[in-house]
Every structure is written in structure tokens, then in C-alpha cells.
């Protein structure tokens, strides 16, 4: 970088004109990023890095060298292990390079998402593309959000709005009081429904939990009964809630017969794809998604199974001029007194709002992420993404089968997308009771994290414990899930050799 930092010296204003700011950033994300992430876990060196950026607000700057300095030796080596090809915790993973530099890109010049520019019109057909890539049908319309979470947010906004204007309630503007309302969902559900519940004002009770069947789905025939009964106590049925592979286990809800329920009691049938709705690209699996098209609204997470860096996800809705009355800030002289008419002659980019996502969703200002999920899906195309999903989908078949292979491991559950339930049991000639086994695979699964490069997180089937891969990382090869076995089968042998000790 060019300019002295002196470490007496205050930098001045900012003068740099934009181009020679943006020329700046080559060099200096080089300087950062350039060598790589660290080879260490955060945790080994953890006192360095702290005593060196554990500090007071400074005075004076130290100016831009030495920052990017900092970042480069004290901040970048010392980051998140999401990215390893060994990292199998929870449903992340790290970006691949593409959406990287249209982040970057979006950061440096996307700006806002709105006036007319190609950042807005990729936000338009990266969302077009997204819900062609997914199977949904083609009258489907989206918005961005920074993920998951407010996705699921948006869709239930949509629900509600629909379940109360029909009985003549604007909730967005009058609340929610008029009615008792329900929102139905499998005991799997992501907890995210519940805080959207919550945040609507429909309250996290209103959430009922509808129990799975032995494959972790939702089970139809008590959804029935629950809306029924509900009925007849004149609750209103809000939404119906149908996950398309699960967080904890990959597991997609029978959408069809879901779906069909939620049409017969007049309630908005809601698909959380956040994981799992990229996997109708994997023909072997695709006919589990029978009934999408009965969706009203669908959300997908591009930071899941796509790889984009996280704070990106899209929620589908068959009529957004719903979201615009659920989220609309009413107008505002501040935005719309020029651009917020319809102009058949723009000129200038500034003259044209475009579509008004700022007002169908809980953003104004906002990154334009379409282009992130424009930049992968140009990269790979859909059958680029096909690939990616169906060796994920192998990489999982191959543990299943490693797992029945060995009678000292167990898998708790089929895996039907990329997500393995398994467990170390042991010699089957001397059980272990339930609370044994629970402990004894809670110490495999740190010993795992503490002296492998295999990173599971763990969740629980039926109440037992269960270590839990799940492959969504490009860079995770057929050799690794095998070496993974292998240390599962070791470390649980050493263990449990101790324990009966
Ligand atoms: C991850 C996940 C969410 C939450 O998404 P975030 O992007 O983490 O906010 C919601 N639903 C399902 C099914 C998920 O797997």
C-alpha cells in the first residue's frame, strides 16, 4: 500500500476519489487473504491473538498498513475452520471462490439493491434462477434475506397476512388479537419457526408440534387430528409448516399429503427448504419432493447446500404483492417522492426504484445478494450444482454403508440427503445400557474434534445420542469420509476398552 503510516502520524481525511479506492483493493485483499487461511485451530494460539487485538478504542489510528497488517497476522490465521474439508458440524461450510468475489464485488460497488443497475437486475433473476434450479413452479416470485432464520420469517409474514385478511384483519397494521391462531410444524422443525411465530405476534405457543414417524417425519395422519380438533375450538389454522430435509437428520416431510391437509382447513402450506431443497437436483431422491408444487411459500439458503459466504437465503411466495402489504414501512417522503413513481423514461440510474423489495421483507438498506448467487449458479450451471449435490448425497451413502458394514457402529437412521446419524456400540456380545453409550460417544465426538481433522457436530435420535456428519463441502473427498469411519471405530474401541477396564 502506498502512503506513509508512521506510527505519529494521524491520517487525514479520506480524499482517495472511488477508482483509486477500488484500485487499492486488490492489493490489499491480497495482502490479507493471500497467503491462505492458518493451518492451526484458532484456539492453539488464542492468547497471541488476543493480547495483540483485546484493546481500548485507540485515539489515533495506526493508519491503513498496519491495519491491514493486523488482519493479515492477527485476524485472518486465526478465523473459522468452516471451510476444511474435514468441517461436517451443523449445516455450513466455507464459500468457494466465485461468491467470494461477487461479495466483495457487491460490497465494493452493488450498494444498495434498488435504481437501475445490473446488481438490481441479477437480484431479479438470481431469484428466478434459484426457484427454476429447485423445482418450485415458475408463478413463484422471491425476496432476499440474510438467511434462513428471517427467510422462514418473511414466509410466515405472508401466511399470517393471508390467514387474516381473509377474515377481513389487516394484522400488519391492526395485530394479531382478533384470533386465536396456530401454526403447525413436525417436532423437527427448525426453531426458527417458533421465533417467527414469536416476532409476528402469533406467539411461540401458537406453534404445535406434530409428531414424526420413525423416519423423523412429519406425521400426516396427527396433523389431521391436531387441525381438526383445533377447528372445532375455532382456532385458525395460520400456516402449515413442512420441512424438505431437516436440520438434525436430512429428513424431508411428506410434502404432498402435507400440503393437501393444509388446503383442506384453508391454511397456507409453508416448505422450509433451507438445507435440503437443492437435493430434488439428485434424481435418486427427487420424487421425495412429490407435492412442492402445492407450496405457497418455499425458503432455500444458498449458504448451505451452494456454498455463498453466509447471509444469504431467498423466501418463494406465489404473490408478493402479500409480502408487500405484511412488510411495507407505509410510504415515505424521504424514499419515494421521485423515484418511487413509475418512469417509462430513466435516464439516470437514481430516477427508478425498480421492484420494491425494501418494502416486502425487514431490510431497507441491504447488500444486493443476488449477484453472489448469480456468480454460482453462472459458474456451475444446474448440472455443475446436480454433481455437487449427488457426490455429497454418495459422499453420505458411502459412511451408511461403512457403518453397516461394522458391527461396532450403528446407524441410528437411513440418511436420505447428505447428513449420517451413527454411533460407536461396541462389542454386541456385552451392550452397553443407553446412558452408557450416550456417554461414551459424547467422548468420542471431543476426542474426534480434539485429535482428527473430522469435525462432526452431534445431535440426538430417539433420544440417543448421535454423532452427526454432514457434507455439504465441495473439497470433502470419498477418502476422507473412510478415514473418518476408521477413527470413529478406533477411538470408540479405545474408549470403550477404558470404560470396561
Ligand atoms: C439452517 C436452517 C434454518 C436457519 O437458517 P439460518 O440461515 O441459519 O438462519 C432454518 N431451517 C432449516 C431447515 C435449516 O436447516
Given at each position: 500500500m502506498t502512503g506513509a503510516s508512521g506510527s505519529s502520524e494521524v491520517p487525514g481525511p479520506r480524499t482517495d476519489g472511488v477508482a483509486e479506492a477500488l484500485s487499492r483493493v486488490g492489493e490489499a485483499v491480497d495482502l490479507v487473504l493471500g497467503r491462505g487461511p492458518g493451518t492451526l485451530d484458532a484456539v492453539d494460539e488464542r492468547e497471541r491473538w488476543t493480547a495483540g487485538l483485546a484493546a481500548p478504542l485507540p485515539l489515533r489510528g495506526i493508519g491503513a498498513d498496519a491495519t491491514l497488517d493486523e488482519l493479515a497476522t492477527l485476524v485472518v490465521p486465526y478465523g473459522t475452520r468452516l471451510a476444511d474439508p474435514g468441517f461436517w458440524g451443523w449445516i455450513t461450510t466455507g464459500p468457494t471462490t466465485l461468491p467470494l468475489a461477487a461479495a466483495a464485488a457487491a460490497s465494493a460497488v452493488g450498494?444498495?439493491?434498488?435504481?437501475?443497475?445490473?446488481?438490481?437486475?441479477?437480484?431479479?433473476?438470481?431469484?428466478?434462477?434459484?426457484?427454476?434450479?429447485?423445482?418450485?413452479?415458475?408463478?413463484?416470485?422471491?425476496?432476499?434475506?440474510?438467511g434462513g432464520s428471517v427467510a422462514n420469517l418473511v414466509a410466515l409474514g405472508a401466511a399470517r397476512q393471508h390467514a387474516y385478511e381473509q377474515r377481513g384483519i389487516d394484522p400488519a397494521a391492526d395485530g394479531t388479537a382478533a384470533l386465536v391462531p396456530a401454526v403447525y410444524a413436525s417436532a423437527e422443525v427448525h426453531h426458527t419457526v417458533q421465533r417467527a411465530a414469536g416476532v409476528l405476534g402469533l406467539g411461540r405457543r401458537a406453534v404445535r408440534l406434530v409428531p414424526v414417524d420413525e423416519r423423523g417425519r412429519l406425521d400426516v395422519a396427527e396433523l389431521r387430528r391436531m387441525l381438526a380438533a383445533d377447528a372445532a375450538d375455532g382456532i385458525t389454522p395460520v400456516a402449515v409448516v413442512a420441512t424438505a430435509g431437516t436440520t438434525s437428520a436430512g429428513a424431508i416431510d411428506p410434502l404432498r399429503a402435507a400440503g393437501e391437509a393444509a388446503r383442506e382447513h384453508g391454511a397456507w402450506f409453508h416448505v422450509d427448504g433451507a438445507y435440503g431443497l437443492p437435493g430434488i437436483l439428485d434424481d435418486r431422491v427427487a420424487d421425495r419432493y412429490d407435492g412442492l408444487e402445492l407450496a405457497d411459500s418455499a425458503i432455500v439458503d444458498p449458504h448451505k447446500w451452494l456454498n455463498a459466504p453466509v447471509g444469504v437465503a431467498a423466501t418463494f411466495v406465489r404473490d408478493r404483492s402479500l409480502l408487500h402489504r405484511a412488510f411495507t414501512q407505509e410510504p415515505a417522503d424521504y424514499l419515494e417522492s421521485i423515484a418511487g413513481e413509475a418512469h417509462d423514461d430513466v435516464a439516470v440510474s437514481i430516477e427508478a426504484m425498480g421492484v420494491p423489495y425494501q418494502d416486502m421483507?425487514?431490510?431497507?438498506?441491504?447488500?444486493?445478494?443476488?449477484?453472489v448467487v448469480w456468480s454460482i449458479l453462472r459458474e456451475l450451471g444446474r448440472e455443475g450444482v446436480r454433481a455437487r449435490v449427488r457426490a455429497d448425497n454418495d459422499l453420505a451413502a458411502r459412511l451408511?454403508?461403512?457403518?453397516?458394514?461394522?458391527?461396532?457402529?450403528?446407524?441410528?437412521?437411513?440418511?436420505?440427503?447428505?447428513?449420517?446419524?451413527?454411533?460407536?456400540?461396541g462389542d454386541p456380545a456385552s451392550p452397553r445400557d443407553a446412558a452408557a453409550l450416550d456417554r461414551l460417544n459424547l467422548d468420542l465426538l471431543q476426542r474426534l474434534h480434539r485429535e482428527t481433522p473430522w469435525l462432526p457436530s452431534?445431535?440426538?435420535?430417539?433420544?440417543?445420542?448421535?454423532?452427526?456428519?454432514?457434507f455439504i463441502n465441495p473439497r470433502t473427498t470419498p477418502e476422507m469420509v473412510d478415514a473418518f469411519a476408521a477413527a470413529v471405530r478406533h477411538l470408540g474401541d479405545e474408549l470403550a476398552s477404558v470404560a470396561g477396564s
Open positions: 450498494g444498495q439493491r434498488y435504481t437501475v443497475t445490473a446488481f438490481n437486475l441479477l437480484e431479479e433473476q438470481a431469484l428466478d434462477w434459484l426457484r427454476d434450479l429447485c423445482g418450485l413452479p415458475e408463478a413463484m416470485k422471491g425476496v432476499w434475506s440474510s421483507a425487514l431490510e431497507l438498506s441491504s447488500p444486493p445478494r443476488g449477484v451408511a454403508a461403512a457403518v453397516r458394514a461394522d458391527e461396532r457402529l450403528e446407524l441410528l437412521l437411513e440418511p436420505e440427503l447428505s447428513i449420517v446419524l451413527l454411533r460407536y456400540v452431534d445431535t440426538r435420535v430417539r433420544g440417543a445420542v448421535a454423532l452427526r456428519p454432514c
